[in-house]
């Protein structure tokens, strides 16, 4: 977990006007933007009285000023670099001194690794426009395995109802674990629930660790419908923050294009159906814990050698 990166934060919502807490587990981060646009993410406590950084300011110069006692720390470093009305001789104490956090930016997602040295991840190719920030009480793993078991219980296609039906078991594919769904139009009288015919097919491939996903929907000649983002990350007490982006394709003529476009055409629910989710048996999710401790033992292995 410290060396994954997480999708904390979409790049709009970090700005230089105000600075804004975020978690990974229950590690508390603090995000603003600097004098140059650079998003810089500390430990969200001052080293001095433990008060959230976030609760502070961002001053003209980038750096975040506590609101306490309005001591001031580089965000790049976290050195302290001002205290209010301290003589110019005195040396600041190095002790205090805010934990630093590596910050990337891609895609349109603010992302935090905890380990400062970390290599930073692959660039996103493209940012998908629409977007959103949900909280849900429902934590990481569970959410995850409901996304697994039946993606209805946690998100939602305009126009799409998601089957129960797999084309294959989950499966790791080049590091992710991927899982391919039947799905059909919504609003059509179907003559069975077990009908053959499925115009459509929801892909989704997940971070083993991060469980952050790309969702691909594709009618059944596998052009793209739509395509979008899902981070989710464990948050304090249980909670799961997750943020989304995504687009829907340029080419959806006919009836794609009145089911898919009469509405947001993708949500993630803020409320989950707890007595939906009490009855949800394991079925996909079920291969992910398997295949997730054989990536974790590949990948430590590797590091080792
Ligand atoms: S608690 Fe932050 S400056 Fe005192």
């Known amino acids: 977990m410290a060396e994954a990166w997480w999708a904390v934060a979409r ?10 807490n975020v978690d990974i587990g229950n590690q508390p981060v603090v995000l603003w933007r600097d004098a140059q ?20 300011c961002v001053l003209g110069n980038g750096m975040i000023q506590c609101g306490y006692h309005g001591w001031t720390y580089d965000g790049a470093t976290g050195h302290l670099k001002d205290i209010p009305n301290l003589k ?23 992302r935090v690794c905890l380990d400062a040295n970390a290599p930073a991840p692959l660039p996103a190719a493209v940012t998908l426009p629409l977007c959103g920030t949900v909280n849900v009480a429902l934590d990481h793993e569970h959410y995850i395995a409901a996304l697994f078991d039946d993606p209805s219980a946690v998100i939602g296609i305009r126009g799409v109802r998601f089957t129960p039906y797999l084309l294959a078991e989950l499966a790791e594919h080049e590091g992710k674990l991927v899982l391919e769904r039947s799905c059909q139009w919504a609003g059509l009288h179907w003559p069975s629930p077990f009908s053959s015919d499925f115009p459509i097919t929801l892909r989704i491939s997940t971070d083993p ?36 982006r995504a687009k829907l394709s340029d080419n959806r003529p006919g009836m794609r294009a009145k089911l898919l476009g009469a509405g947001p055409p993708f949500f993630v629910r803020s409320n989950i159906d707890g007595a939906a989710l009490r ?27």
């Open 11 to 20: 790049s709009e919502e970090v700005t230089s006007a105000k600075p804004i």
């Open 37 to 56: 646009g650079i998003v810089r993410a500390l430990e969200d406590r001052c080293p001095h009285r433990r008060t959230p950084l976030s609760l502070g």
């Open 88 to 110: 110019s001789d005195v040396k600041f104490p190095p002790v205090y001194r805010a934990i630093p956090f590596a910050v990337s930016e891609t895609g349109g997602f603010v």
């Open 209 to 244: 660790v991060t469980g952050e996903c790309d969702l691909l929907l594709r009618d059944d000649g596998f052009h793209p419908l739509l395509s979008a983002t899902l981070a989710p990350v464990p948050a304090a007490r249980g909670v799961t923050q997750i943020r989304w």
């Open 279 to 305: 009855v949800l048996k394991p079925s996909a999710s079920i291969h992910a814990a398997t295949l997730r401790n054989e990536i974790a033992a590949r990948t430590a292995a590797a590091s080792a050698a």
